[in-house]
């Protein structure tokens, strides 16, 4: 399962870029909005620092807008990191529309927002690169986000459907192992949730005792 962060703090991405285990970014107007800083200097040093794919999102309405926005969104782009550029559009008429013209257009999509498996079936049969279900908020209103993800899966698989499912709006650590147990293609994942993986208790003892008996046998 491939990792993405899902930020727009090129701190965070810099330093999880270099425990080697990022293999893309996911970014919305909120997160860029967050990080106090421009849309433009943030995009650019993130094509820089990840070398995957990077989800940029439109904020249309309407379908030829949202095709718009994402060719200028391609376009600000240097020529060398466009292969990894995915347009973030959201499922509805509207959007299905924008993913068949982009799609048309061999622009890579996520598409977002996606709260059951019809929309991701829908969204698949549009075009869209990536599926991106939204789990966390399916839990908070007492729904279990993870069987959605369980229940795409398995459609995809039934049909050879090339789409790739990234498990959005994770909260936990496990969420992340709920995601790889049933086989989900990417988890995006929130940088306090990255750091909280990494972490556990009789590590942390075991290093110290090393150490300490380090310290002995040296002495």
């Known amino acids: 399962m491939k990792i993405f962060i899902d930020t727009a703090n090129l701190d965070e991405i810099k330093e999880l870029a270099s425990w080697g285990i990022v293999d893309g970014v996911t970014t919305n107007p909120t997160l860029v909005a967050k990080s106090g800083r421009s849309f433009n200097e943030i995009i650019d040093e993130i094509f820089e620092i990840v070398d995957g794919p990077i989800s940029l999102e439109v904020v249309s309405e309407k379908a030829d807008d949202m095709v718009?926005?994402?060719?200028?969104?391609?376009?600000?782009i240097s020529q060398k990191f466009r292969k990894n550029i995915a347009?973030?559009?959201?499922?509805n008429p509207e959007g299905l529309k924008a993913v068949k013209l982009l799609t048309k257009e061999k622009i890579k999509t996520n598409v977002t927002l996606i709260f059951s498996a019809n929309q991701a079936l829908l969204a698949a049969k549009a075009g869209a690169t990536y599926v991106s279900p939204f789990i966390?908020?399916?839990?908070?209103?007492?729904?279990?986000?993870?069987?959605?993800?369980?229940?795409?899966?398995?459609?995809?698989?039934?049909?050879?459907?090339?789409?790739?499912?990234?498990?959005?709006?994770?909260?936990?650590?496990?969420?992340?192992?709920?995601?790889a147990?049933?086989?989900?293609?990417?988890?995006?994942?929130?940088p306090d949730v990255i750091k909280k993986m990494v972490k556990h208790s009789l590590t942390d003892i075991g290093i110290k005792n090393f150490l300490s008996d380090w310290d002995k046998v040296k002495k």
């Open 136 to 179: 966390g908020r399916l839990d908070d209103i007492g729904h279990e986000g993870m069987q959605i993800i369980e229940d795409i899966v398995n459609i995809f698989y039934n049909y050879d459907i090339e789409t790739e499912v990234i498990v959005a709006s994770i909260r936990h650590p496990i969420h992340v192992i709920e995601a």
């Open 181 to 190: 147990r049933i086989g989900a293609d990417i988890a995006t994942i929130p």
């Open 68 to 76: 718009k926005e994402a060719k200028k969104l391609v376009n600000k």
């Open 87 to 91: 347009i973030k559009i959201p499922i």
